[in-house]
Each structure stands twice: as C-alpha cells, then as structure tokens.
C-alpha cells in the first residue's frame, strides 16, 4: 500500500510539487499521469526515499520513507527515469549485482537475474555488454530490475519510455498481470498507457493534484464539454435567453460581473452557433473567449496518439 | 554491511575491467621501477654508509615516488561516487535498501584494494634484494604498514573528493590539491621553527614512509591517517546522504 500525505517539494526558485495526496491500496495498478514537468518524477523520487520532501508524507506500507528508508525500500522495486545501469557490465551481471545490492543471496540472485529477464523479454540480451544494447532494451533491463526479489510493490517512471510498439505491448501486459497481486504506480505521460494498464488514474498538473478517477471516465468529462464566457452590451439574461434553443449549448448561466457563462459541446461550431444565435436576437457581442476546463487543459497537453512517442 | 561488500566487489570488477587500470599500473610500475633500478645502482657504486641507509630506505626517499603517488591516488578515487552522480545512476544506489554509509564504505573498500594493487607488485624488489644481501623483515613490514596506512587515508580524501564533485575530473584535481597541499604542508616540518615543525610532522607523509621504511613506524602518524579517514568518510556519507534534501 501508498500512502502519500500533503507532499511538497519547493526549491528556492519554484514549488515542483505542491500538497499532493494520495493513497493506493493493494493490488490497484493505478497511472500517475501529467505532462512533461509537471512534478511526477520529483513525486516517485519522494516515494523512493531519494528525495526528502519539503513537508508532507510518503508511506509504503505504512512505513515512513524519510523515517526509515531502508525497511521501506524493501518493499518495492523502482524503475527510476534513469535507469541505473552499468555500461562496463553484461545484462545478467548487472542484475545479478542488484539482487545481491537487495540483500538476496549469491544463490538466488542468480535464480532472480534469469527470471526477471525471462519477464520482462530480454533474455536475448542476457550476456552482452549493456553499453551495446538499444534504449529499449536497457530500459526492460531497467524494468527487470525492479522486479528482482518479486517486491509486492512497484513504482515505475515511465515504463515504455523508448520501446517499439512490441515491446510496449509486452510490458503492458506485464503490468496488467500484475493486477490484484501487485501494488503498481506507475508515471506517464502517454494517455492511452493508463488507459490501456491502469484501473485509475492520479492526474497531476504544475504540481498539483487536479484529478483522480477511473481513467476513461475522467477522459470522457474533459472531453465532453466546453466552457465560453460571453459579454456584450446588453443584459446577461437577455444573452442566457438567446442561448435556450441553441443546440450545441447544454447550459447557460450569469458569470462574473456582466458576463454569461456558457457549458457547449466541444468544437469550433459551438462558437460559430453562439455567436449566430446571440446576433440574431439583436444582441451585441464584446467579448467571447473560451475558458478550457483544467481538466481539459491537462490532456491538450498529453501525449494522446502512441506513434509521436514511440 | 553486505551491501557494502557487494559494492565494493562490483567495484572492483569495473576497474580491473578497464584500461584505466592497467595504465595507471604499468606507469606506475616504470616509475617506481626506475627509481628502484637508480637506488640499487647507486647502493652498488657507494661503498661505505651507515646502518639505517638501506637501498628500501632510498627507495622511499625518491621525490618520484610521491609525485607519482599524489598523480595517481585521485585517479584510483575519482570515479567511485562521482560517476555515479554524474549518470545518475546514485538514484538506483539509494532508492535500493542500502545505506550511504554502506555506499560510501564500499566505494572506499575497493578504492583500498586498487591502491594495494598499485604496491603489490613492488613487493617483487624486495624479492630481488633479498637475493643479493640481508633484507631487514621488519623494515619491510614497517615500510608496507606505512603504505598501507597512507593509502587508508589517501583514499578516503579521494572518495570524499569525488562525494563532493559532480565530475570524475573536478573530483581528481580536488583530491590532488587537497593531497598535494597536505604533503607540501608536511615537508615545513623541515624548514619549520620546532613547536611548528612539532605540528607539521603528523602530516609530514615524506618523513612518515621515509621512516617506516626504515624500520620506525610512528604512531602518531598511524593516528594521524586513521583520523583522517575516519573524518573523509564521515563526511562523504553526510555528503552522500544529504543529496536528499537538495
């Protein structure tokens, strides 16, 4: 289980996380999903014990990370943004030294290093040199890493990172079976990862929490309308008047000041049929901008088709 | 501390597996071979001298050995934690469940053992003196202990240089400057008024291996270079540890 409780993590120049909370129960496979920057390393950092948050708590397992990192790290594996891999070392060398680097004996960390390359699809790359294998394959070898002694939770900063769209496949499969057994939190920035592995979804944006759900039905929410503030010289009633046999519009209601807020479905033609039904009633028109809910805002800013990112 | 000992063993194995080793070595070796080869000849030539003027003794009173040393101890060192930051891969060290203190002590366990296989090999001079005369044992021993001492305190500056930069090469140049101004600093041991050159003396390394190797390995030295790893690797670890809170 995750626990994380009002973490922040501000520098001198800028807050990179803010009051975020959060709790994973066991067995979910749940996205942390945000643009680029938006705070979800700096968070799985806090989590992992590499980063000391400025206020706030993380808990694995009800263990206090900053409190007692070692007994907390026990307990999960860790895909970091860098995997730390050894170039000067061969694939099943380099994991065998994690194993062991996790308290596993020599034994088994030989038993541990052919199984966790056998599932996460790199037994192919077992006995070459790191520094010769493809980003893709260092990063499975980063994902097998964080499988070594079958840690019942795992914590993973944007698993398919520079895989082709087989090895993407695989890992999310990977991910999916790991559901009901494993504690899984995993960072994105691909909206259809979470969509495809994940049974919920933390949405973070400059630092901040702005969503948590199930995935697609927070998807749907975001896309399903649009907010347009309008003012004009007229009454705002006269404006929500106007707006009642307007099709796209679902709701219209006074805004700020003078201003009229109307809910329409998304798309360019909601503006024009506004603007149309405002002017055909007479109404002047002085101001029509488009307000994205935040919701929205976030996943304009994804990366929303597979093929730009693999 | 098996995290340390599985540390160290890796370390180990990544620096025996590079050329680094195998030239820092080899130029080694000329360097302490020719100023064996020197000493020898010029024992050979010289015929009177005094008892405690042994060819090891000479050896050891080479200014080449030392600036060959002060070179070299950072490179042994220069690597261990600094590369580590400098790929990032220190977030893989410390979100495993080992300690900074196991990391640090590893890195420094096998910087120990790169520095005795720099010496190892010299053993092989002893070797050949003992075959043409008397070689006093308990200099030999006295004049390794004084190495290995050395090289207790030599590498622990080395780790906590490279703890502290963020580049193998700003991690050498710290380690040499800190290395070469204390040895430097030593030598006023010489020049020195005798309450300062009282002082000087415990970090006078010339004067330390130069009278361990004949025979006499003073304590306060031991002391000095046993405190100076303790304090290096006290504050690598801190160093290490507090990466958290940047």
Redesign the interface.
Same mark, same amino acid.
């Given at each position: 289980m995750i626990e994380v409780e009002s973490l922040t993590k501000r520098y001198p120049s800028h807050e990179a996380v803010s009051d975020i909370s959060f709790t994973i129960e066991r067995g979910e496979v749940v996205g942390f999903l945000g643009p680029n920057g938006a705070g979800k390393s700096t968070t799985l950092r806090m989590l992992t014990g590499f980063l000391a948050p400025t206020s706030g708590t993380a808990r694995i397992d009800g263990i206090s990370v900053l409190e007692r990192p070692i007994e907390a790290q026990r307990r999960f594996g860790y895909l970091p943004e860098i995997v730390p891999v050894y170039d000067d070392m061969r694939a099943y060398d380099f994991l065998r030294y994690r194993a062991e680097l996790k308290g596993l004996s020599y034994r088994a960390a030989k038993r541990e290093a052919d199984r966790v390359l056998e599932l996460a699809g790199v037994v192919e790359a077992r006995d070459r040199w790191i520094a010769k294998l493809s980003k893709g394959t260092k990063q499975r070898i980063g994902i097998a890493d964080a499988l070594l002694g079958d840690p019942p939770i795992l914590i993973l900063d944007e698993p398919t990172v520079g895989l082709d769209p087989n090895q993407i496949r695989h890992i999310r499969r990977l991910i999916k079976s790991f559901e009901g057994e494993k504690t899984v939190f995993l960072s994105t920035h691909i909206l259809p990862e979470v969509e495809a592995s994940c049974s919920r979804v933390v949405i973070i944006r400059d630092g901040k929490k702005i969503a948590e759900g199930d995935p697609r039905k927070l998807r749907e929410e975001a896309e399903g309308q649009m907010t347009i503030v309008i003012e004009g010289p007229a009454e705002p009633d006269r404006y929500i008047e106007a707006l009642k046999d307007c099709a796209p519009v679902k709701s219209a209601r006074r805004g700020e000041g003078r201003s009229v807020e109307v809910e329409a479905m998304p798309g360019d033609e909601s503006l024009d049929a506004i603007f149309n039904a405002v002017t055909a009633q007479g109404l002047g028109l002085r101001r029509m901008e488009r307000r994205a809910a935040s919701l929205e805002e976030v996943f304009v800013g994804l990366t929303t088709v597979e093929e730009l990112d693999s | 501390m098996?995290?340390a000992l599985?540390?160290a063993r &890796?370390e180990i194995a990544?620096f025996f597996?590079?050329p680094m080793a195998y030239i820092v070595i080899a130029v080694w070796l000329v360097v302490a071979g020719a100023s064996f080869d020197f000493i020898v000849r010029y024992f050979a030539e010289s015929a009177s001298r005094g008892a405690s003027d042994t060819p090891l003794r000479g050896w050891f009173q080479m200014p080449l050995i030392y600036i060959a040393m002060l070179i070299f101890a950072p490179i042994l060192t220069m690597r261990t934690l600094a590369d580590e930051k400098q790929?990032?891969?220190?977030?893989? =060290? =410390?979100?495993?469940?080992?300690?900074p203190v196991a990391i640090v002590l590893g890195k420094y366990l096998a910087s120990l053992v790169f520095w005795l296989s720099l010496w190892a090999p010299t053993l092989f001079y002893i070797f050949i003196l003992s075959r043409y005369g008397d070689v006093d044992r308990g200099a030999v021993l006295s004049a390794f202990l004084g190495v290995f001492f050395l090289g207790v305190g030599y590498m622990a500056v080395g780790v906590l240089a490279s703890a502290l930069a963020n580049s193998q090469t700003v991690a050498a140049v710290l380690a040499t400057l800190a290395l070469a101004g204390t040895f430097v600093l030593g030598l006023g041991e010489y020049i020195a008024s005798d309450a300062v050159a009282d002082i000087l003396s415990y970090v006078n390394v010339y004067g330390h291996m130069e009278q361990a190797a004949a025979g006499v390995l003073d304590s306060r030295r031991v002391v000095y270079q046993a405190s100076t790893a303790a304090l290096c690797l006290f504050l690598a670890i801190r160093v290490i540890d507090h990466r &958290?809170?940047?």
């Open positions: - | 098996k995290g599985v540390i &890796r990544s597996g590079s790929t990032g891969r220190i977030e893989g =060290l =410390l979100t495993a469940p080992v300690s &958290r809170f940047a």
